[in-house]
């Protein structure tokens, strides 16, 4: 692919969406620049504290017209444009089976392919510093020097990511790819971060949360539970600035079961939980490509072909979702 212009016609953002002319201004660092934590019990917490805590503040769940009780599900299949496996696969389970939202990898081989089939699908953006597969390469838009490993492609590891890349440059690809998408005619629906590279460094979660920012996306992040791993606060950090995100995010084991699955189902708090899937079909470009190609078999298999799990969910009290509602959710405020 050629790089990505810096500049960017307005035109391409169509209906809806922000001007890009702005997009390129510097902002301070929202990690290193926070003030000390407060918490929802002092009686000067602000609304965005307790919007973070579900106190005194509607719930995400309630922004989108539902009771605070109810148990909302996207059902996210990933890699969208990763291979014509996987393409096939991803938009069977948009349209044939129960998946809800997917992510779409602009810089893979088959992104372009996609994208020329899309037909108003909730799709996001999975912005990517990465090509993990040993001989399956892709690389930035931008021909970033600092994004490139020595074979031309984007590193394998996360690590080499961070050890090595340029934070001006991966903002400008991270916005070139979602410029592109625009460009290619998706109605982005959110943003999410391929291996979380973006999610879990402090320096680099300030370009992704720049973005949902820029961009008026909502984002994919962790759960609760997750965050004390990460060392500082994504979701108050997200919540502050008005980018909204699911309550609970889950990604089940390889090769999951549909007895598994509904465990899952049966489970659910109440909120909106995003369970991450990568569903393909069976190819022998596939198998060539990808070490979990059984996997992401599975994934399509329990997507697509299980016509009863549909009825299920609808049975357990559990309403299937998409990102398109939380975007526009944002975008009202």
Known sequence: MSGASTSTPAEWAGPGWPPLGHYWKSR?????????????????????????????????????DYPPDARLLILNCADLGFCHAASVGVYDALRQGIGTSASLIVPAPWARESASRFRGDDVGVRLTLNAEHDLYRWGPLTQAPSLLDGDGGFPR????????????????????????????????????????ALLLRPEFFDIYLELAVDFALPLGLLSAGAEPNVGFPVRQLAAEEGVLFADHFVTLPPLVTRHAFLELVAGLEPGITEVTFRPAVDTPELRAIALDWEARVADHVLLVADRGLDQLLTKAGVTRIGYRPLREAMRRS
């Open 28 to 64: 301070p660092s929202r990690v290193a620049a926070r003030p000390p934590v407060v918490t929802p019990d002092q009686p000067d917490a602000p609304p965005e504290v307790l919007r973070r805590y579900g106190r005194g503040m509607p719930t995400v769940a309630e922004r989108l």
């Open 157 to 196: 590891t996360v690590s080499d990511v961070w050890d090595h890349a340029d934070l001006d440059e991966v903002r400008r690809e991270c916005r070139a790819q979602i410029e592109r998408a625009v460009l290619w005619g998706f109605d982005i629906s959110h943003l999410d971060a391929h291996l979380d």
